[in-house]
């Protein structure tokens, strides 16, 4: 477990890959995160939302290693691996070089190529990234994270820009994939759906903190109908500042 701050370095407890403690991140006069406690246990799948421009991508990259400004206690997994929204693959590299890039070891190539078969694109070594649809490339893009075998993935709203039938095809991907691997997990999302269906835990970030947090105790597959994620839903909206359809 790596550990980063500016502060104190203290390791994380055993058993977390992501502990941090009075996190705090300002650009200039304004402070996007201010004393952020947080905890992600291996294995587990945790949804982060919040209104756009709350901090949460920020967060994100502070975990990620992408961002070394932030002050606070930062503890991470040795291994962590990162898929963004936008799929950020290599245009004149074919899809099995930009899974294979930056991997090490004499194997690194059959490790690409068996992730590739995991996420459904084994006949799809040997294309360019321009001939992929959106999904085909979001697939490429968690294929590339998942073959480093992370004990952290972090995964910045990686379905918002697909299609509503891909998402679905996707989130059941990463479920499956999540099942398997059973890496922590960090989602950041504006999808409330998408969080309850997908996380044990969903948390809210709101003036820069952690102001929420609901555990969803409900075995997966879930479907959005049922009583209690209604229940939870409702919750989240409201205190996401928004009125749920029908009420007052």
């Known amino acids: 477990m790596a550990t980063r701050t500016a502060r104190l370095t203290q390791a994380p ?9 009075g996190l705090v991140r300002s650009f200039g006069d304004r402070r996007v995160l201010s004393n952020v406690d947080l905890d992600i246990a291996r294995g587990e799948f945790v949804a982060l939302l919040g209104a756009s421009g ?18 606070g206690e930062i503890g991470v997994d040795d291994a962590v691996a990162v898929s963004f929204q936008e ?14 890039l930056g991997l090490r070891g004499p194997d690194a190539t059959d ?15 040997d294309a360019w990234p321009l001939t992929l649809s959106g999904g085909e490339a979001q697939r490429v893009s968690l294929a590339r994270a998942l ?11 990686p379905f918002g820009a697909l299609d509503a039938l891909t998402r679905i095809s996707m989130h059941r991907l990463v479920l499956d994939l999540w099942d398997r691997h059973r890496p922590g997990i960090l989602l950041v999302t504006h999808d409330v759906d998408e969080a309850l269906l997908l996380a044990d835990r969903v948390l809210v970030l709101e003036s820069g903190r952690i102001a929420h947090e609901s555990p969803v105790p409900l075995p997966r597959p879930r479907h959005r109908d049922h009583p209690d994620l209604v229940a ?3 919750v989240l909206l409201r205190r996401l500042g928004v009125t749920p359809e029908g009420t007052a």
Request: overall charge positive; glycine content about 8%; charged content about 30%.
């Open 111 to 125: 490790r690409a190529r068996a992730a590739l078969a995991e996420v459904g694109l084994a006949e799809r070594v």
């Open 232 to 234: 939870l839903r409702a």
């Open 87 to 100: 799929p950020r693959l290599v245009p004149w590299k074919r899809v099995l070089a930009n899974v294979v």
């Open 147 to 157: 073959v480093r075998e992370p004990g952290l993935l972090l995964l910045d709203e």
């Open 54 to 71: 709350s901090g949460k991508s920020t967060l994100l990259r502070v975990l990620a290693g992408l961002d070394g400004e932030a002050r």
């Open 13 to 21: 407890p055993d058993g977390r890959v992501a502990s941090v403690r």
